[in-house]
């Protein structure tokens, strides 16, 4: 990793259109699809069967394997299908349909956990199915149970949001100001750390106020305002650019003594041990040149993305629709995917704003490799993709350090060629954990 005062370095548009708009509840689909891998670790199980009547945060998929999370009824009504869907990006996997009675009824089972000591603070946030709610919907309960077997000197809250468009997370904090606040009292009670720092970038100076007023005589919360740059939101340059510490390729945050969580996961968290209501909405962005009247939307998990975009005046039918941001985000071809734990944005742009640019030569400019935030070679990269003995790939693409790749789209911005240098990159990775896979596999024979 290159070490400079900020390894943020990128200035993007912002395009913050709906940083002054409070999140709309919408109306209620129709029915919600609610896949089973809406976190990163392993699939969900459904508990449920067709044609049984379920409620508002009714659990209806436990967590099953290693970093699972449960997933609960977002609306009241009757279980439709439990098979398979294919989603953006071709995967199939396992949903449940609910088909919406119009009650929205909460299960009248639901009660506040109790929680007095950090196991059950942490079996809390487990039950809860909070996962990562600014797109690496890692479940919040893995990442917090690290203080069971690490010294956390400080658990940094991620309210950074840079990417263009997106303010779901900057409504969250003013908005919901008193949910982050408990969430992050929490944490203080239970976790025992020193130190909880709220970083949000200074373009969001509602939220730094609101936040800097609720904790301004607590000595353990700092509010830390972060220079306005592209990818300040990710972990390893939050990380840096607050504590100056440096995770390296394969390390755990933890053994560094921090901890990163989302802001809006640390308000839901706080929603739930309140009220017992588990993660069954969220708020999602909706905007693009196509839309009219950008919103932000309080939408339950698991709408149909072409329902929001029915909660919205459009200008023009869109020639491209992302789910979450345009440098992160993924484009989808069916108006049916729903929106998922993760999702924070629907953006929707104009056909002219959709057309896909035209690679040319690369002409060694080394702008990519200039704005890397890892500071990683990438046109080394490229070369090592050409190399025909897969052992030696491998190794030279482990020698480079891709795995410190944190797939922000940089390289591909700045390239003045237009190439796809970001997926060069995803090809290399995928490449990498497939031979690694089968090389592990090899050796447990």
Not at 68 to 94: C, D, N, Q, R
Not at 268 to 289: C, S
Not at 293 to 302: A, C, D, M, Q, W
Request: hydrophobic share 40%; aromatic share 4%; with cysteine.
């Amino acid at each position: 990793m290159l070490f400079k005062k900020n390894i943020s370095s990128l200035h993007v548009p912002h395009n913050k259109n709906t940083a002054s708009c409070a999140p709309v509840q919408i109306s209620a689909p129709k029915e919600v699809v609610l896949p089973m891998n809406m976190q990163s670790g392993h699939d969900a199980e459904p508990v449920v069967s067709v044609g049984d009547h379920v409620y508002v945060g009714q659990l209806v998929a436990r967590e099953e394997g290693r970093n699972s999370s449960p997933i609960h009824a977002s609306v009241s009504g009757i279980v439709k299908e439990i098979a398979p869907i294919k989603l953006a990006g071709g995967k199939t996997v396992m949903a449940i349909t609910i088909e919406n009675d119009g009650k929205m009824e909460a299960d009248p089972e639901m009660k506040a956990p109790t929680v007095t000591n950090l196991d059950e603070f942490l079996d809390a946030v487990r039950a809860s199915g909070v996962v990562g709610l600014g797109g690496a919907a890692f479940p919040v309960w893995a990442k917090l149970d690290a203080v069971r077997r690490n010294e956390i000197e400080t658990i940094l809250v991620n309210g950074a949001e840079c990417e263009p468009y997106i303010t779901s997370d900057h409504r969250m904090m003013v908005d919901y100001s008193d949910l982050v606040a408990k969430g992050v009292k929490l944490m203080q009670e239970h976790m025992n750390v020193p130190k909880i720092v709220i970083a949000i970038e200074n373009n969001k100076q509602d939220a730094i106020d609101k936040l800097g007023e609720i904790f301004k005589n607590d000595p353990g919360v700092e509010i830390y305002p972060l220079e306005t740059v592209y990818p300040q939101g990710a972990k390893q340059v939050l990380l840096y650019n607050v504590t100056g510490k440096v995770v390296k390729g394969g390390q755990r945050m933890a053994a560094l003594g921090v901890l990163i969580i989302n802001v809006s996961s640390v308000a839901k968290l706080a929603q739930y041990i309140e009220t017992g209501m588990p993660l069954v909405d969220r708020i999602v962005t909706v905007d693009g040149t196509a839309v009219k009247e950008p919103k932000n939307l309080l939408v339950p998990i698991g709408t149909p993305v072409s329902h929001l975009l029915s909660e919205v005046e459009m200008k023009s039918e869109p020639g491209k629709i992302l789910i979450g941001g345009p440098m992160l985000g993924h484009a989808i071809t069916e108006l049916d995917d729903p929106v998922i734990k993760a999702t924070n944005a629907i953006l929707a742009f104009e056909e002219k704003d959709s057309v896909e640019l035209e690679p040319t030569a690369c002409i060694r400019c080394g702008r990519c490799m200039a704005n890397c935030p890892v500071g990683l070679n990438i046109v080394a990269v490229g070369r090592a993709m050409n190399i025909q003995d897969e052992d030696a790939r491998a190794e030279r693409l482990t020698q480079l350090g891709l795995k410190q790749c944190i797939e922000c789209a940089c390289c591909s911005y700045v390239c003045p060629a237009q190439r796809p240098v970001l997926s060069k990159n995803l090809e290399a990775k995928r490449f990498l954990r497939a031979y690694n896979a089968a090389k592990k596999e090899e050796g447990g024979k």
